[in-house]
């Protein structure tokens, strides 16, 4: 086991560490984290606020999305040449601490971990249809190794009947959705109308969801038209689709499966396809326990990624500033280099 080596991060490398990780998907991009840093150590918090009561009741995607962030941390550790030792949880004394990195020794990144962090910055939900071309089973293959992680397993929708299980529960859940006030007024709090003004939320106006999307994926609204089970079934049909399966459903896996779905993200992007996650239609008990006992799944359904070809790259959604993620601000992370 490597322990942390005590040099200070720079300003620069302190900067390439926060601005990674604050490029990681979140729920409603409410970006739930903080991190602080350390000589050979970073830390992640999440913050519990905002809440997303009627999106996410038991906090589950806001978990989610830290593993995500520290996902990113790892890369850019990785990526500073330096080798990085994730923990989550580590200490339950902190029940907000979700993971801490440790990074050691100088060790130069692999190919591999270079592209992937590349793909950080050109990472975006996709939540237009896509090009309708297949992608090839041995790069879904690499997709599901790459968001395999301990207690994590990403599994591939097989076509025909499974996808057509996944059609029939979605379009469930988008008229639940549809129909639950309470939804429908948090959903419109955290959509973007005016982009220049906001720093979080999602960036999809109802206006500008573009034509032909399938609704769940852009957030079902009153005015979302809802086609029917078939037609589902037949978009789906020209997609992937990776389910992330959990061994267990706490506040770990969680954290885990955030995690698994931000480094199978990034392979995807680092391939040339683009994604997007759905996880909101598995927070109703009905959908979780069919898409477990329909797909014979041997644990808990946490999220599922949408993988395609897309004619052109997504915009990228806005952020917080670096002050409001990092406690007291950038210069508070730099210690003076040592002797
Ligand atoms: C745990 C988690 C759950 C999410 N659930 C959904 C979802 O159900 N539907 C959706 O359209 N986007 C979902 N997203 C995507 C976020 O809305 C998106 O990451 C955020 O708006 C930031 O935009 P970006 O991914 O383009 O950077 C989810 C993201 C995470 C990390």
């Known amino acids: 086991m490597s322990t942390a080596q005590g040099r200070a991060w720079t300003a620069a490398e302190t900067e390439v560490l926060v601005r990674s990780m604050m490029r990681a998907p979140s729920v409603h991009n409410t970006q739930p984290w903080v991190i602080e840093v350390a000589p050979g150590e970073l830390r992640v918090r999440e913050r519990a606020e905002p809440a997303l009561p009627h999106h996410d009741p038991h906090g589950r995607d806001r978990v989610a999305s830290c593993g995500a962030a520290v996902a ?137 969801v573009p034509a032909g999307s399938v609704p769940w994926a852009g957030l079902v609204r ?35 499966a955030g995690y698994a779905l931000e480094r199978a993200w990034l392979a995807a992007v680092d391939l040339g396809l683009a994604a997007g996650v759905l996880t909101q239609p598995l927070h109703l008990e009905p959908v979780r326990s069919a898409l477990c006992e329909d797909l014979e799944l041997t644990g808990f359904p946490q999220a599922l990624l949408r993988v395609g070809y897309a ?26 280099p040592g002797p």
Do not use: C, M
Not at 241 to 255: K, M
Not at 314 to 330: A, H, I, K, N, Y
């Open 72 to 208: 990113n941390l790892e890369l850019a550790v990785r990526a500073l040449g330096r080798s990085a030792e994730v923990t989550f949880l580590p200490d339950e004394k902190q029940p907000d601490l979700v993971a801490r990195v440790l990074a050691g020794a100088e060790s130069a990144p692999t190919v591999e971990e270079l592209r992937r962090f590349g793909a950080i910055a050109r990472r975006a939900s996709h939540r237009a249809p896509f090009e309708g071309v297949a992608v090839p089973t041995p790069v879904v293959r690499r997709l599901a190794e790459a968001g395999g992680a301990p207690g994590v397993e990403a599994r591939p929708v097989r076509p025909g009947r499974e996808v057509a299980v996944v059609a029939r529960l979605l379009h469930f859940a988008a008229e639940r959705f549809q129909a639950d006030s309470g939804y429908q007024r948090e959903l419109s709090l955290w959509t973007i109308r005016d982009e220049h003004a906001h720093r979080h939320g999602v960036g999809i106006p109802a206006s500008r």
């Open 222 to 256: 009153r005015a979302t038209e809802i086609p029917a089970t078939p037609e589902l079934e037949r978009h789906l049909a020209g997609e992937t689709l990776l389910v992330f399966v959990t061994a267990d459903d706490a506040r770990g896996d969680h954290v885990r």
């Open 311 to 336: 004619a052109e790259a997504d915009p990228p959604s806005p952020r917080r500033g670096e002050q409001e993620v990092l406690p007291g601000g950038p210069d508070s992370a730099v210690r003076p």
